[in-house]
């Protein structure tokens, strides 16, 4: 099987939803309301969450013959808005290379900006990116690294939703697996599963819909000429 079939799924995945989720929220879930226009549902996630995920990473480094490791993250996330939140997480996996050339645990800190495209809808596609810091699980080594991803998020309810992404790591470094060769620095690519656990207020804003024309009732100008 090959190392970049998982990613392909998830990128086909992600197409296929964010198709469905713009079918589904042309279709509206509208209501109308007491003056007799329609407006859609208010936001369905809270503004707080607590992530976790374990999956896979993969490192892409100077020897061939990169190894699926375990990896786990736990995470907490705040919304800016019902489109965006910013989120802190922790990471803890393993990368290592066939034939046991290259094997160890690895840890990192990631800060990152995700971009929920459809908050409205249960199914919705999200991006991602950021910074953090990498460092083995003894703090021998630290680099600094950059990170980005794309993911997929189903909703059943406003307190649990569940995700599949991926991400790519790139460190600016080439010592990542002991070894300096090249010119490119090592990265690691990231695939998991996870849940995210929604609470707190929730985001209070309420979308309407832009072409239903507004009814301003207005007291009529009589004319005193008899």
Known sequence: MSKTFFVRLLFI????GFYNSIIAQQAGNKEINKDGEYEFAEEIRDKNAVSVALGASLINGDYPNGMYEFYGHVGYKRFLNPYTNINFGFNKFSLANDNDVFKEGFMSFDLNLEFYLLPYSKFTPFVFAGGGLNASDDFGRTDTKAQGGVGIELLPNGSVGFKLFAEFNQVFSDELDNNISGKANDGFLRLAFGINFYFGELNKRLK????????INTNPIKDNKN
């Open 208 to 215: 309407t819909k832009d072409d239903v024309p507004t009814i």
């Open 13 to 16: 995945s992600c197409c296929l």
